[in-house]
């Protein structure tokens, strides 16, 4: 699966809450390091979820602190490193559009 494909529905997660393609962005890029410009080449690629992760310059340091279950399963606990840095992406959407303030989201405080 690429990443242009769950991308748009992330979006769509985000704004039906209230949220905005900017903020899903900037959560994206504070999980993998990407900045825009190459969160937009990883888009326009259509790169696999692997490769998009594999090229990522950075997975935060704080990506150990997302915790809870997202489709079904605890987060923390997934040992296929690949699925757990998806289903990090995924709780970090699901957070945003349920709500949360960013400063939270990205583990800052």
């Known amino acids: 699966m690429s990443f242009a494909g769950v991308y748009p529905h992330y979006i769509t997660k985000a704004e039906k809450k209230g949220r ?11 999980l993998t390091g990407y900045d825009q410009k190459g969160l937009q080449e990883q888009i326009d690629q ?10 990522a310059p950075q997975i935060h340091p704080n990506a150990s602190l997302i915790t809870g279950v997202i489709c079904g399963y605890r987060v923390e606990d997934i040992e296929d490193p690949l699925m757990q840095k998806i289903r990090y992406m995924d709780k970090l959407v699901d957070e945003l559009a349920k709500g949360k303030k960013m400063e939270k989201i990205l583990r800052e405080s």
């Open 20 to 30: 905005t393609k900017e903020e899903v962005d900037a959560v994206i890029c504070w």
């Open 46 to 55: 259509k790169t696999s979820l692997e490769q998009f992760f594999g090229q």
